[in-house]
């Protein structure tokens, strides 16, 4: 039972997603109502009709009081989380008790977080935002629903299974001499190769990284390129598992899991029908079954809908010294070597540049807007220098984007007017009746901005400009022929990365999760839960009781975490946990604990995948401590109960120590 | 101690709103409003957070099949009840559990159906505004002279234990018992000055009686209904029907404080059991004390005059604010009518009786019973002894009224078919200056005169020794206070007994029951666990709960200078002895 639904201000549903068992719960509620012999309503319009008075009384809270929902609970233990990011409302409903308010909140975060990987600065104008996410074609729709119902499915099912994505941090295959061979391969031949090549189409490969499953075997930067930041990089890894997603269930091969993972694959068809709005333009014309055919061949495809050699359009953050520009566009190539192990490449497109102009001109504008609408316009006006800049730099912008086969008509006309507004009188324009502008303006630059980077097709690809497809097969067959006597090999270690064996030294330790947040890494022993597969912690119900038990631990602590406690204990039934944050330096010397922010309850999830929570923390805690390098570490154990917890903290802190030098291993 | 009423309201709002009332498009809100608190809220916010809460929470509850329980907002949450068409929400800010708030809202409710019946046949019988200066004194009640940890667990205020002679206890345990001997007498509590000294009853039933003490304790009354005849259904109250049959596991740990207040019964779980079913009164045979009928008729009038007299008035004020006027009519008329003896003061107020409480408060949980308090004291002063009997032929009226009354509400279960069927039982209710003792007794008790007799007898004289006594030794001031700060909550007897003073206290105060609101939260809804310690860079906090009890300890002084890394060597993971130590001698045994 569970449901993630995106929906306009107006009761628009933007985007939804359901699992099997909410979908019929709606259908049977709305069956009820339904006259006898009455075809049922599309279930997107069900869906629609149930949650519409939920958000407009969302959003007359809002306008009335100034307070909104964030969630509601039942008596049957029905959770429903709602977050409104600009005019967006997330709600995420659970109702078969396996996610709790923090697990649905991360959802949305996450969900928003893909939004913005796959659509970029369109984001940051709702009104676009709203067309991108809800095309007026049906079938486009479909498909781009589709994607990001897999996408969203994907994360969950990561999330579920893997550790990396449970305390969000990357994993590393744990193999030193490998991973240098491999990034000094990716350094040499590789990215020189490509970039030096005449066929790459004037891309230029920034970070090229490999995967085995969702554990990173080596990842190389090239000089130039800002860092990826943590949170990026998880998705990535997402949005590969999505394309090529390694089964672990079907490796293993329990014949349940097989039907599980295709049952997501259910996906309602509008039928037309004569309510059926949203037909539009295309009315009648559209015919079912070729939806159907379309919807099959995707099955049965699994992802990269056309060719597969075509990149996927994503959105990343790019730090370089003038500034921080969130949301840059970048090609991603996912090249597989084999299955569950794929060589992933970044690259910088042309025009990128566009980009960065784009976003500045947008921050000023919003800048301008809030303080405008904050009735600030005195010191609006006194920026009048950089105003001054703003509107020789956009005069230029539009001159030289009109030449690169861009339409800028809307663009020109609406800035023509904003300036014969704006810089009349001296610059007593600058007032709250310039903030529509403002918005208009924001609004025609996130246009611009999608016509140079959002192509055609919806899912985020990206049209004829690509690296060549001969280029990326040598790449391929480069990468392969380094690995091929490896391949079995890392395909193993990938699920016995390192495990509780080699820690005799820790008699009752059952498990331990130790995470660098600085560099957004884990270490953990492997967890294989499967019916195949036996573990170190057994099979069965005790293997699956200790990951719960794990699971749950990591939750705890964000709670604690949250309100500011970095240490927990906790003794629970027959095991014993710990939990602990600290702060080093770079040369490892511990700084003392700070007070730490108290958060309230509905704010953003604690993790690195969505709305970084440690790099704030890290900022924050840096505050005391400039010019030098902060450190943020984490550690959680689980330890039998019947242990003495004086020896329980011992091997705490002697597994600091120990993993303290694994997690030197450069990463770039 | 925790004699600091934290001024400030806990919630900021509180409504019930009836669905029925508006059904059609063209009804207006407000129909539908039984209750708003803060009252002067304006009416267009009144609707409009009673309009936008109602659909949400009914859209919910379609959506999932099941009524909303909470409802959360950036700055605030609303803890909901829905039934049938009613819908109570109770908002707080939110840094109050949503274990708590829920818990409020329902103790809420529960003490207006303890006093009014089922709320459909209540708004039935009284005007809205009569309910609505009820409402006001159960929401003031609740939020009466407790700290905001009374508020993490919606415990009981109890006498402070510490500063008080066991032997007291015990006595109060025995007159408690002794009124028992009538087998008319269900169980009974002692409270003082607010706070409860023993007993018999479950805590959800003892919270409950003890509106009466607030009552009389507030000496202003609002006169405004006094002579308006009512149908007297004095304090009559309803127990659920259904016997504890399904008591809670008998739990390990509360032989012990049962055996303070009960040492002579054998067995101390049996008798509270029998205590508690709604038979039990005839489990107890008839006291050896028969009184002699000479003093039986003017005992009975005695409270008859006063009751009599009252007994609309009671009622009124009980359940609508004048319980207090008639009170202090009360005293006044024990003077004025001719009472003899010297003392003018009254101190008896007798068969209250009371009403219908809602059967699912579990009111009958015989596996709860007898919670003894401990806590701090304080005190409106008042008189004491009463000597004065006075005759009167009202009594027997009074009895008639009642009982018509009672026949006249029966138990229906009306919306809330979903619980228990209501009982009406009746409140005997003594007073002795600060000191309170109230039974729940049949309804048919006033009647019998010999019991009445009995009772009022067999206690009179212990019951003013007993105010006598913790009057004077109730005084002590606030508990032992250490380098250390704690607070035990006893979660069969519902009592919590802290060394932390209800007065907005330091950081670490404030940091101590932060922490503590978070992990009485954890605790709540995460079974296996135990222990915990938790620690941010100012304060580390212990906890540790068995079934029975949950203990939460914070040593102070010395700011934890350390790097949050592991280290077994690290003061905070000393705590827990540190704990089992210090508290013993605040009579915690965390062994």
Not at chain 2, 42 to 58: F, H, I
Not at chain 2, 149 to 157: E, N
Not at chain 2, 278 to 284: A, G, I, R, Y
Not at chain 2, 391 to 398: L, N, P, Q, S, V
Request: aromatic share 8%; charged share 20%; proline share 6%.
């Amino acid at each position: 039972m569970k449901c993630l639904l995106i929906a306009s201000e107006s009761a628009e549903v933007l985007f939804y997603w359901t699992d099997p068992e909410f979908e019929q719960n709606i259908q049977e509620q709305y069956g009820a109502s339904q006259e006898e012999g009455e075809k049922p309503p599309a279930f997107e319009d069900c869906i629609n009709t149930l949650f519409a008075p939920i958000i407009i009384s969302c959003s007359t809270m809002v306008d009335r009081l100034g307070d909104g929902y964030t969630s509601f609970s039942t008596e049957n233990n029905h959770s429903y989380v709602l977050h409104q990011f600009e005019e967006c409302l997330y709600i995420a409903v659970n109702g078969d008790g396996e996610e709790g308010e923090e697990d649905l909140r991360r959802k949305i975060y996450v969900m928003k977080k893909m939004i913005e990987v796959l659509f970029g600065v369109v984001t940051l104008s709702s009104p676009l935002l709203r067309k991108e996410l809800r095309p007026q074609d049906t079938e486009q729709r479909t498909r781009l629903w589709k994607h990001l119902q897999s996408l969203l499915e994907t994360y969950s099912r990561l999330k579920e299974q893997d550790q990396s994505f449970l305390v969000e941090a990357v994993e590393r295959l744990i193999h030193p001499t490998l991973c240098e061979q491999c990034i000094e391969f990716l350094e040499r031949s590789l990215v020189q190769q490509i970039n030096s090549s005449v066929e790459r189409a004037g891309e230029e490969v920034l970070h090229a990284f490999i995967l085995v499953h969702t554990k990173l075997l080596a990842f190389y930067s090239s000089r130039n390129a800002s860092t990826l930041t943590s949170s990026d990089l998880l998705a990535l890894i997402i949005m590969v598992q999505n394309m090529y997603p390694s089964n672990i269930d079907l490796e293993d091969c329990a014949p349940e899991d097989v039907e599980n993972t295709s049952a997501p694959d259910i996906f309602y068809t509008p039928e037309p029908s004569p309510t059926n709005r949203d037909s539009g333009t295309d009315g009648d014309s559209f015919v079912d079954p070729d939806i159907q055919m379309a919807e099959d061949s995707l099955q049965t495809l699994e992802c990269p809908p056309h060719d597969p050699s075509t990149p996927s359009r994503v959105f990343l953050e790019v730090m370089l010294k003038e500034g921080c520009y969130p949301m840059m566009p970048h090609s991603m190539y996912c090249l597989p070597l084999w299955p569950g192990i794929t060589l992933v490449l970044l690259t910088k497109i042309p025009k990128s540049n566009l980009a960065m102009s784009i976003y500045v001109f947008l921050e000023a504008f919003a800048k301008l807007e809030k303080r405008l609408s904050e009735g600030l316009e005195g010191s609006a006006a006194r920026g009048q220098t950089s105003i001054q800049d703003l509107r020789n730099k956009l005069d230029k912008f539009i001159r030289a984007v009109g030449t690169v086969d861009i339409q800028t008509s809307a663009l020109q006309s609406v800035w023509t007017e904003f300036k014969s507004r704006a810089f009349i009188r001296g610059g007593h324009g600058f007032n709250r009746g310039l903030v529509p502008w403002c918005r208009g303006m924001k609004t025609q630059l996130c246009g611009v901005y999608r016509q140079c980077f959002m192509a055609e097709n919806g899912v985020g690809g990206g049209g004829p400009q690509r690296l060549s497809p001969s280029l990326q097969d040598r790449a391929l067959i480069m990468v392969q022929e380094k690995l091929i006597d490896w391949k079995d090999f890392l395909l193993v270690k990938s699920r016995r990365n390192i495990t509780m064996v080699s820690y005799p030294e820790f008699p009752g330790l059952i498990h331990f999760i130790y995470i660098d947040r600085t560099a957004g890494q884990m270490i953990a022993p492997s967890l294989n839960i499967t019916d195949r597969a036996t573990s170190e912690l057994g099979k069965g119900p005790l293997a699956h009781f200790i990951k719960g038990k794990i699971w749950g631990l990591v939750n705890t602590s964000r709670l604690y975490l949250q309100k500011g406690y970095s240490t927990v204990t906790l003794r629970d039934g027959d095991y014993f946990f710990c939990y602990f944050l600290w702060f080093e330096n770079e040369t490892g010397y511990k700084l003392e604990v700070k007070e730490l922010p108290i958060l309230p309850d509905d704010s953003a999830p604690i993790g690195m995948l969505a709305m970084d929570y440690y790099r704030k923390l890290l900022r924050y805690y840096s505050k005391n401590h400039q010019g030098e390098v902060v450190k943020c570490y984490e550690l959680l154990t689980v330890h039998l109960g019947v242990i003495p917890v004086e020896y329980i903290l011992q091997h705490c802190s002697q597994l600091a120590r120990k993993l303290w030098e694994p997690s030197r291993i450069p990463l770039l | 101690m925790a004699d600091n009423t934290v001024a400030d309201s806990r919630y900021n709002y509180f409504f019930l709103y009836d669905g029925s009332k508006v059904k059609g498009e063209g009804d207006p809100t407000r129909a539908g409003i039984c209750y708003f608190y803060p009252e002067e809220t304006p009416l267009d916010k009144q609707e409009l957070l009673c309009g936008q809460l109602a659909g949400v929470s009914r859209c919910v509850s379609e959506l999932s099949s099941s009524p909303v329980r909470l409802l959360r907002l950036r700055r605030s949450k609303f803890a909901i009840r829905m039934k049938g068409d009613f819908l109570w929400a109770l908002g707080c800010s939110v840094d109050i559990p949503d274990v708590s708030i829920c818990n409020l809202l329902d103790q809420l409710i529960n003490l207006f159906s303890f006093y009014n019946g089922p709320i459909r046949k209540s708004y039935q019988i009284y005007s809205q505004e009569d309910l609505a200066v009820r409402w006001a004194r159960y929401l003031s009640h609740l939020q009466e002279g407790t700290t905001e940890l009374h508020h993490i667990f919606s415990c009981l205020s109890t006498i402070d234990s510490t500063h008080i002679d066991p032997l007291l206890l015990l006595k109060a345990a025995l007159i408690l018992q002794a009124c028992q001997r009538c087998p008319l007498v269900l169980a009974g509590c002692i409270l003082f000055r607010g706070r409860v000294v023993s007993t018999q009853m479950s805590p959800d039933l003892t919270v409950k009686v003890m509106l009466l003490q607030v009552l009389s304790q507030s000496t202003q009354s609002t006169p405004k209904e006094v002579n308006r005849p009512r149908k007297s259904r004095l304090l009559s109250r309803t127990l659920s029907d259904t016997p504890p049959s399904d008591p809670p596991e008998p739990d390990p740990a509360r032989p012990a404080p049962l055996s303070l207040h009960c040492p002579s019964t054998p067995g101390s779980s049996t008798s509270d059991d029998l205590l508690f079913s709604p038979s039990l009164s005839f489990h107890t045979p008839p006291g050896p004390l028969s009184p002699s009928p000479s003093t039986v008729s003017p005992q009975i009038s005695y409270h008859s005059l006063p009751n009599g007299k009252s007994s609309h008035e009671v009622e009124e004020g009980v359940t609508g604010g004048l319980h207090d006027q008639s009170l202090d009519s009360l005293e006044g008329g024990d003077s004025e009518s001719g009472l003899i003896g010297v003392g003018p003061v009254q101190s008896c107020d007798i068969p209250h009786d009371l009403n219908r409480h809602n059967g699912d408060s579990m009111a009958l949980d015989g596996e709860k019973a007898g919670a003894l308090g401990f806590r701090g004291q304080n005190s409106p002063g008042c008189g004491r002894r009463r000597t004065g009997i006075v005759a009167d032929e009202k009594e027997g009226h009074r009895g008639k009224v009642q009982l018509a009354d009672t026949g006249d509400v029966p138990p229906a279960p009306c919306e809330n078919s979903s619980g228990p069927p209501l009982t009406t039982m009746t409140l005997y209710q003594h007073r002795v200056r600060g000191l309170v003792l109230a039974l729940l007794v049949e309804p048919h008790f006033h009647n019998d005169t010999a019991a009445v007799e009995e009772v009022y007898h067999s206690s009179l004289a212990s019951l003013n020794g007993l105010e006598a006594h913790l009057r004077t030794t109730a005084r002590g001031g606030a508990g032992p206070q250490g380098p250390y700060t704690f607070a035990h909550y006893d979660c069969i007897q519902n009592t919590l007994t802290t060394n932390l003073s209800g007065r907005p206290g330091g950081a670490q105060e404030r940091s101590f029951v932060r922490a503590t609101s978070l992990l009485h939260s954890h605790f709540s809804h995460t079974e296996a666990l135990q222990e915990a310690i938790v620690r941010n860079a100012g304060a580390a906090v212990y906890a540790t709960r068995s079934v029975a009890q949950e203990t939460y300890f914070l040593q102070q002084g010395g700011a934890l200078r350390n790097s949050g890394i592991p280290n077994h060597q690290d003061s905070a993971f000393s705590l827990p002895s540190k704990a089992r130590h210090r508290l013993l001698k605040h009579g915690v045994n965390l062994l």
